[in-house]
């Protein structure tokens, strides 16, 4: 991760001498549970906004870069009366289940005058699972209470394809399309089920019952790329 992080740092350092070698976006993908995780998400997915900055080698088809993504996999709004020892009026509790993710992205192009161009790409990074909440007297007011219920990450790496389409003017960027399959360790998360409030326990408490699951999906996406420095 130390040494994703400095990469990235050197990259964007030497973008006033060399714009022209690198490229931003922002891409919309789908995470489709496969394996164990299909089973325990029960049909839920992990949508995913990313933006993205890549370094293009001169005079070669290799892309460097990094994403920085984020996604909600869950959320939940109780109307409850007993979250606080005393006071019976109805507050609203939502819980929002998140997955942030940094990857170093490693992309081979092959290179071709034509409409479609196709890549391979290979992307490893951290995956970090958290959970929070807000407690509010009514939808749009500031939260009474808010803070974190649950955390936790792991590694996690990502390969598969794609193609590039050209925008008109083909030095300003490109509309892409990929396919990833998305692999990790086992981690901790929050369902938005995982959670159940007790307010007979003391002055009210949460229970929480995680779940622990590799990370395999197929991830589709869509996204659209421009060059910077022309």
């Known amino acids: 991760m130390t040494r ?12 006033v001498s060399h714009a022209q070698y690198f490229s931003t976006g922002f891409q919309a993908n789908l995470g489709v549970p496969v394996g164990d995780l299909r089973e325990i998400m029960d049909g839920s997915v992990f949508p995913e906004y990313t933006i993205s900055f890549y370094y293009r080698f001169p005079m070669k088809p290799i892309e460097v870069g990094f994403g920085l993504g984020y996604g909600k996999h ?6 409850r009366t007993d ?10 509790l ?19 005058e034509k409409r479609i161009i196709p890549f391979l790409e290979a992307q490893v990074g951290a995956n970090y699972f958290y959970t929070r ?11 009474i209470e808010e803070g974190m219920d649950f ?5 996690g790496y990502r390969f598969g394809g794609g193609f590039k389409v050209p925008f008109k003017n083909r030095e ?21 089920q995982d959670t159940e409030y007790l307010p007979d326990q003391g002055e009210g408490e949460f229970v929480y ?22």
Do not use: C
Request: neutral net charge; without cysteine.
């Open 83 to 92: 979250l606080y020892p005393g006071f019976t009026d109805e507050l609203r």
């Open 172 to 192: 300003m960027g490109h509309f892409e399309f990929k396919v990833l399959y998305h692999d990790s360790g086992p981690v901790d998360f929050l369902r938005k």
């Open 94 to 112: 939502r819980r929002n289940n998140n997955l942030m993710t940094f990857m170093g992205i490693f992309r081979y192009n092959f290179e071709s």
């Open 133 to 143: 909440y807000k407690i509010r007297e009514f939808q749009f007011e500031e939260p």
């Open 74 to 79: 869950g959320t939940e709004l109780e109307k």
């Open 209 to 230: 019952t995680p779940q622990r699951s590799a990370i395999t999906m197929i991830q589709p996406g869509i996204g659209f790329i421009f060059t910077i420095g022309n």
């Open 4 to 15: 994703i992080i400095f990469l990235a740092i050197f990259l964007l350092s030497a973008s």
């Open 151 to 155: 955390s936790d990450w792991v590694l």
